[in-house]
């Protein structure tokens, strides 16, 4: 069964860094497209970042030049770096992956991110 846990959430203050990985157990296939979203209290899913499967990547406007994604494809882990937090960063950040070989997308279960002003 494919899993995908996040984890390196937690509360930081304004200005400061985090790093969330997202590792992708329970399959052979490696990864193919991936990303992280994240919402909000009250507020839609978001896309914060993306690696397509031809490896070009993709970020939300709000975290351009703070924001970093990558991935390990010999741990099947994906990273998301944020630095400067600020308030507006505070949501629950989930990864999702689209692995080689199917047309599934999977979804971790999250991992909350608070930024204190």
């Known amino acids: 069964q494919v899993q995908l846990v996040e984890s390196g959430g937690g509360l930081v203050q304004t200005g400061g860094s985090l790093r969330l990985s997202c590792v992708v157990s329970?399959?052979?296939?490696?990864?193919?497209?991936c990303g992280w979203f994240r919402q909000a209290p009250g507020k839609q899913r978001e896309l914060v970042a993306a690696?397509?499967?031809?490896?070009?990547?993709n970020y939300a406007d709000s975290v351009k030049g703070r924001a970093t994604i990558s991935r390990d494809n010999a741990k099947n882990t994906v990273y998301l770096q944020m630095n400067s937090l600020k308030p507006e960063d505070t949501a629950v950040y989930y990864c999702?992956?689209?692995?080689?070989?199917?047309?599934?997308?999977?979804w971790g279960q999250g991992t909350e991110v608070t930024v204190s002003s």
């Open positions: 690696i397509s499967g031809g490896g070009s990547i």
């Open positions: 329970g399959t052979t296939f490696s990864i193919n497209a």
């Open positions: 999702n992956a689209v692995l080689d070989g199917t047309l599934r997308i999977y």
